[in-house]
DNA sequence: CGCACCTATACCCTGCCGGTATGGAGTCCC
DNA sequence: GGGACTCCATACCGGCAGGGTATAGGTGCG
């Protein structure tokens, strides 16, 4: 099987229609008709089930869905593992808005120190994006924060541990609250950070629609601590007692180079070190 | 990148020989070279290095082998599964000859029965072959026998461990011991079951050689009592008291059918009791 | 120095891949 | 119910990728 023409099914079982698929292919949609055909032909097996009105996939179809995406998955893997090899070895860290808890810079610092340092590209990316980008190898480590749904091929460090803040205006009926719970909060709207993620709330695509949204009284949010601190002024962040998050630093555990090692040791000790001093400052 | 191309690279990085490479590969060689050309260009990376007497891999070449060999291995099965998908659910089983200790038979009876039951197909495959069978989508589940260098990726399920024998002739030496251990094999010749396992013996690439071999005081062989009985009433089986070996039903781990699911469930309860029907007689 | 071996280049040809135009089936809507 | 729309399939055509043969060029060996 080509991979082309594996890219081309994908595209149009996501779409479930040849003529939009065929759009973001960048080809007409006679040929993408073809190639699917002749994929059906060589398979010896019937993927979609086309009437004039809609696609739909057969089983066959649905289990070449999932398997040729991972396969084309570690095929883009391979071929940007490849590039790297052939350029000067550098790290690229992942992170997403306000995400790295303030840690990347003094680790980013303490990493040049480093004996086997290289350089270091960092890449903010949109929500939910890292782990895609550390499986096709786009990326060598990200800083996620639990929970999160699906580690599998994933190797994982923790960094630190923080509270996390309810974050309202100043006119909310929990505002006036040292601390609340998670069972206060039942009756809040909450964003949705991604298409695919739960949630009643609008879904959000920038950040700065936060601390806006929240103005607005439209949705509240629970926040890391680190990025409940940096809001603005005209909001107010309430502890909320039962709930913790992590940084974690994350890597394919495939992935074996002392750079590598060095950069999540050294990630290690500075989150270490905040720890410690935040303890101290606290008390 | 194309598929196609990265099996081309595959081959020429295995062979170190483009022209062996394109033999194998049923093209002629000028093609072979210009399409490894186009990859490097493509890749923007050097991939090999060639001198008119050798070929040589690069850093990025040999990241390439690893990762593209695996990424081709994912897109068989990727064409497998659905193709299978596309058929009359069924279970392929492989096996090498003799590997089974005489429980497939028991097993298929009894999984025929089995509410959950489909076809079976069985696999008798060559030595070594199993584990890459069920990776690339060929096999459902195999029958291995522990030691096993590399499960990674292979969900397990003992069924049964049984003594090994030494397999002699009748003149040999130590024919006439009730029992012997693993010190005392010291000094005799052992087969290599596969071009890659070490041993100091002969390649054996068909199981009917190894009878004979032995017969002619070429080699000794350590085997499953199950397999050790059936070789003839020419040679001597004696046990060897420190070495055991487990047959294991093994299969892919992210597959979850309930066929597979009864198949290796319906495997162990045979087992068990071919083990218990065992005991009672040996006692 | 010639021979053997191996890869790269030159050149040709076939067939695949992609484009445009159009057909035909089903759905929506007035 | 008919016209318009949507959507996939077919027909046909052109360009180029990919494969073949012949051969050049470099290197180790006797």
Request: glycine share 6%.
């Amino acid at each position: 099987m080509e991979s082309r023409e594996l890219v081309y099914f994908v595209a149009v079982a996501q779409e479930r229609n040849f003529s939009r698929a065929a759009d973001r292919l960048g080809i007409a949609q006679p040929p993408l008709s073809r190639a699917i055909q002749r994929l059906e032909r060589r398979l010896g097996v019937r993927l979609l089930e086309r009437t004039s009105r809609q696609v739909s996939l057969t089983r066959a179809g649905e289990v070449l869905l999932n398997e040729g995406r991972k396969a084309l998955t570690n095929l883009a893997a391979a071929e940007r593992l490849t590039r790297r090899a052939g350029r000067e070895p550098r790290l690229v860290v992942v992170t997403k808005p306000a995400g790295d808890a303030g840690l990347l810079e003094p680790i980013l610092a303490r990493f040049a120190a480093h004996p086997d340092t290289v350089e270091v590209e960092v890449l903010i990316c949109g929500i939910g994006e890292q782990k895609s980008l550390l499986r096709d190898g786009t990326a060598d480590v990200a800083l996620l924060r639990t929970p999160q749904t699906d580690l599998s091929g994933l190797a994982t460090e923790e960094l630190l541990t923080e509270r996390e803040l309810v974050v309202l205006p100043r006119t909310h009926r929990l505002a006036g609250r040292a601390s609340v719970r998670t069972v206060d909060l039942a009756d809040e709207v909450f964003p949705r950070w991604s298409d695919e993620s739960p949630g009643s709330g609008p879904v959000i695509t920038d950040t700065g629609q936060v601390a806006e949204l929240i103005m607005l009284g439209q949705i509240t949010a629970v926040l890391p601590e680190s990025v409940a601190c940096r809001l603005g002024p005209d909001l107010i962040a309430v502890p909320v007692d039962d709930r913790r998050t992590t940084l974690l630093a994350a890597w394919s555990e495939e992935r074996r180079d002392r750079a590598l090692a060095a950069f999540v040791r050294t990630a290690a000790e500075v989150a270490a070190a905040r720890s410690t001093a935040d303890a101290l400052t606290g008390a």
